[in-house]
């Protein structure tokens, strides 16, 4: 009688394990988690070089398939007027002056696929590309953005970079003391995603 209750607790066991195991790949909304998230750049010019960043940030991604991850619905929307230096005369003109705040309130990032996941240090985390639109300044363009993801503890962790050249989104390229910039500035981001209940 014993042996026999045992037998059915190992089956019970095994057909919850196997539930819990599909619904990891039942889809599941989630949203990112501005405190634990942010986007920043690096810009560079002869004389200096500074970084801006933000965590005024929202987006959120439906995941389809845990491993590897697919994504879909997948967008990211940042304050542009949020976005800070640390130097309130630069922020000013930035935003007045380059960025064009007012008319250009937000940038975008909608992800169209995730491109060549492969596993990375454990099969928890993942090296892939994010192909999709980014829109700033009012011009969209494709990008593909070389991203790691990892899932653990029910959150999902991104973290990617993409050099991003300001004339091919019409922005004015700054100057100081008569010498511009660099065109070309480094974007990155870390964000952390949560499921939503």
């Known amino acids: 009688m014993i042996r026999v209750a045992f037998m059915l607790e190992l089956i019970a066991w095994g057909i919850v394990g196997s539930v819990a195991l599909a619904a990891s790949d039942v889809p599941m909304l989630f949203r990112l988690d501005p405190a634990e998230s942010r ?5 560079d010019a002869r ?3 500074f970084r801006g960043e933000t965590q005024q940030l929202t987006g959120h991604f439906t995941l389809q398939q845990l491993a590897p991850p697919q994504l879909t619905d997948a967008t990211v929307t940042i304050n542009a007027a949020s976005l800070d230096t640390g130097h309130p005369e630069r922020d000013a003109d930035m935003r007045q002056d380059f960025l064009e705040v007012e008319r250009f309130p937000t940038i975008e990032f909608r992800v169209d696929k995730l491109l060549t996941p492969q596993p990375v240090a454990s099969t928890a985390s993942w ?7 980014l829109t700033v300044h009012g011009i969209t363009r494709d990008v593909r953005v070389p991203t790691t993801v990892s899932i653990a503890d029910e959150r999902v962790t991104a973290r990617g970079r ?8 019409n922005i004015r390229v700054p100057r100081l003391f008569l010498i511009p910039m660099k065109s070309e500035v480094l974007v990155g981001f870390e964000v952390v995603a949560r499921p939503v209940r």
């Open 39 to 43: 986007v920043w750049f690096n810009a």
């Open 47 to 49: 004389l200096h070089s």
């Open 162 to 169: 993409i050099y991003m050249d300001m004339q091919e989104y």
């Open 127 to 133: 090296d892939l590309v994010l192909q999709g639109k």
